[in-house]
């Protein structure tokens, strides 16, 4: 519970770059979504890899395997934010039930920021589980489990 905890701290301040760049690049400099987006995520992506290795999960694993890893974990879980970023932005403007809610938020920003808020909720979900599960895993702990089991 302790590592999910910081992991949403350090998720806060991720979204917050992710989010801010997005704004900025599309709402202010009118970028595309697509590169708005991704954009946010690599700014993120690096906050996201150095704190949790430092300050969340404490890892002692070797950097290159890590690293490997967690790019693996990011373009995975960006796949998925992109797929979801870009279902919303389709039902947001296309589908005829969602109309009054898409005139709704255009008060306050474009449908595609909106969008994005909602992609990055699945991305913390499948990222965590996967940096957790896979990336920051003490090597160590699981070896030493095997040898267990083993006998």
Known sequence: MKHFIKYNAIGVMNTAITLATFWVLHEILNWSPDCSNFLGF?????NSYIMNRIWNFKSSNKKRTEIARFITVF?????????????CIHILENAAWCASFTDFISQFMKPATFANFIANVVYVLVSYTLYKKWVFTDRREIKDERREISG
């Not at 690599?42 to 690096?46: C, D, E, Q, R, Y």
């Not at 373009?75 to 279902?87: A, E, R, W």
């Open 42 to 46: 690599v700014a993120g992506g690096l």
């Open 75 to 87: 373009l995975c879980s960006y796949g998925v934010n992109y797929l979801v970023l870009k279902g």
